[in-house]
């Protein structure tokens, strides 16, 4: 079976977690060998991009991605770049025109219809346009949980139309050394909280910050400035010099980060699957997250929950975990189990039955 897959996402300023994700599952099918992988993206020069880390062959479009991307929304055309395909993976929610060959959409969230408000004007126009498309082309839509397979049904999506594949999380250990390491190359106190993401509104960064203020104990902030907020230094600035923000980092950091901190606080108001809170598990971190979203569903009864639009109810988690060595093992524990339980094979295999069934 051979399945191109739009890769644009790789290209774009804040690849985010929908990059991430679909990276990860490509790698996996490439490990069980069971589809031939081509990826398509918009027209592009020799500028930086994470496709540079893509390990399928990639065809471009003549189209750069705005272009592109709104010609096959209002146009439905030009046609895909690539024909001799049995499947098409429209991996970010962008669906090129039907052409009779069956697309397998990926609907990461669908919180642009419920807050509009956290999104760009941008985004704001484009996205519910988008998942319009997908909706009405897609022979199949693929979400990583049931919080986000419920909206799609909400949305006028057909249940036989929808199938539920969660991320994974790569299984590899950080060394004790490694952890010292980290700590020492970004100058970290033994103790700290942790929080990896796009600063965007929905990840509630600010609520952890009023959380922690009057909590003693530093914050390390991981990852790139997304969009709709103010002033990034205004948002950290509540905690003064206990806020060590690294911005992005390498993969390889971002595991010992994990492995290093203390708690991993990912008190988010909405998610569509919470991959963080997998990845720190993975390391052995006890995680605090929100309860009522997706990333309950992605912790699997493995991690403490709060309520994200209560700052005491943050604090007094984060406080209950620092405080509680035995509670803090617990989480250990049951973490780890769930981060084994939840692989990137399993991914895998879901999306190849996903393109088996979409192409009947």
């Not at 997250?289 to 988690?317: K, M, N, Q, Y």
Request: charged share 20%; hydrophobic share 40%; proline share 8%.
């Amino acid at each position: 079976m051979r399945v191109a897959v739009t890769v644009e996402q790789f290209w774009h300023p804040v690849p985010g977690g929908t990059a991430r994700a679909t990276h990860k599952t490509i790698r996996a099918l490439q490990r069980a060998g069971t589809v031939d992988l081509i990826g398509v993206a918009a027209a592009h020069g020799d500028e930086e991009g994470e496709g540079r880390d893509l390990t399928i062959p990639v065809v471009h479009s003549r189209l750069k991605r705005p272009i592109l991307y709104e010609s096959w929304l209002r146009l439905n055309r030009p046609a895909f770049p690539v024909q001799d395909c049995d499947v098409i993976w429209a991996s970010a929610m962008v669906p090129p025109p039907d052409r009779g060959i069956p697309i397998v959409s990926t609907v990461h969230d669908l919180e642009f219809l419920d807050h509009p408000e956290w999104h760009t004007r941008r985004g704001r126009s484009f996205f519910p346009r988008a998942f319009e498309a997908t909706r009405s082309r897609s022979r199949l839509i693929v979400c990583p949980s049931q919080t986000v397979a419920d909206r799609c049904l909400l949305a006028g999506v057909s249940s036989e139309n929808i199938r539920v594949v969660p991320w994974g999380v790569s299984p590899s250990r950080v060394e004790a050394s490694e952890t010292d390491e980290v700590r020492a190359h970004y100058s970290l106190p033994d103790t700290f909280v942790l929080w990896v993401g796009t600063v965007e509104p929905r990840k509630n960064l600010h609520g952890l910050i009023e959380a922690l203020v009057p909590l003693d104990v530093p914050l390390v902030v991981v990852g790139p400035k997304g969009w709709n907020l103010p002033d990034h230094d205004a948002i950290l600035s509540p905690l003064g010099d206990r806020c060590h923000r690294l911005g992005r980092v390498s993969d390889r950091d971002l595991h010992r980060l994990y492995a290093a901190a203390s708690v991993f606080a990912f008190p988010s108001h909405a998610e569509g699957f919470g991959l963080p809170v997998l990845e720190a598990m993975a390391q052995g971190t006890p995680v605090v997250t929100s309860s009522g979203t997706a990333t309950e569903e992605a912790a699997g009864g493995a991690a403490l929950l709060v309520d994200p639009a209560e700052p005491e109810s943050i604090a007094d988690g984060i406080a209950s975990v620092l405080g509680n060595e035995e509670l803090s093992a617990r989480l250990t524990a049951l973490g780890l189990d769930r981060a084994r339980a939840m692989s990137w094979d399993a991914t895998a295999t879901g999306y190849h039955a996903a393109y088996t069934d979409a192409g009947r």
